[in-house]
């Protein structure tokens, strides 16, 4: 059964640090593009940060330049979000992505709320 399971969200102040895991199952994600969106309250869901089969960096929002970093451990089949100097306009939903030419799987999101 393939499976994408987020987790690490939660609640964390201003200037925090939160790093998100999404652990694959039923297949294996060193062959898919791996990527993490979010989706704020009424905002369309956008893409974060994404990672290609390889292990490299393609995709970084700018809004995120320079405070998350996503990496993956193949060994692990997993995926992280490192996140760092949060701000009030992270608060979303993020989801976890994998695609490859035939499979597009997602996660069911884990909430990150960034408030004091």
């Known amino acids: 059964q393939v499976q994408l399971v987020e987790s690490g969200g939660g609640l964390v102040q201003p200037g925090g640090s939160l790093r998100l895991s999404c652990a694959a199952s039923?297949?294996?994600?060193?062959?898919?593009?791996m990527s993490w969106y979010r989706q704020a309250p009424g905002k369309d869901r956008e893409l974060v940060a994404r990672?290609?089969?390889?292990?490299?960096?393609?995709n970084l929002a700018d809004s995120v330049k320079g405070r998350f970093t996503i990496s993956k451990d193949n060994a692990r089949n997993t995926v992280y979000l490192q996140m760092n100097s949060l701000k009030s306009e992270d608060t979303a939903v993020y989801y976890c992505?994998?695609?490859?030419?035939?499979?597009?799987?997602w996660g069911q999101g884990t909430q990150v709320t960034v408030s004091s």
């Open positions: 990672i290609t089969s390889i292990g490299n960096i393609s």
């Open positions: 039923g297949f294996t994600l060193s062959s898919y593009v």
């Open positions: 992505n994998a695609r490859n030419w035939e499979n597009d799987y």
